[in-house]
């Protein structure tokens, strides 16, 4: 019997996709990870780094989704580089604190990573 495939997400930008439009943005983000939570097969960590960060902080509009997939055990990494650089590490509201060297192991561990 083989292990469950691992797969990580990485999280870039404030949203989804490459487009002025924040709000088109966020509700990507906020139905991507929506059906992430309902499938079966979870992806082992998202990874959070420069403006991805900022879905997890106080008043992200991707909160309940984010929880959701937290609370089904995916592990949320946000980079604290980019956190402190943003001034944001005290409104933390989802997610664990890492390094670099966290988002690193994440995506060497990973049979695949997809950025978002």
Avoid: H, W
């Avoid at 664990?96 to 978002?116: E, H, N, Y």
């Amino acid at each position: 019997m083989s292990s469950p495939k691992k797969t990580v997400f990485v999280f870039t930008t404030y949203g989804m996709g490459q487009t002025s439009n924040v709000d088109l943005k966020i509700a990507l983000a906020k139905k991507f990870l929506t059906l992430i939570a309902a499938d079966e097969t979870l992806p082992t960590q998202i990874c959070f780094y420069t403006d991805g960060v900022r879905l997890c902080v106080n008043d992200s509009p991707a909160l309940n989704e984010l929880r959701a997939l937290a609370a089904k055990g995916v592990e949320l990494i946000l980079c604290s580089t980019c956190l402190d650089t943003f001034g944001l590490r005290d409104q933390v509201a989802v997610g664990i604190v890492g390094g670099m060297g966290d988002i690193i192991a994440a995506m060497t561990r990973a049979d695949t990573v997809v950025t978002l």
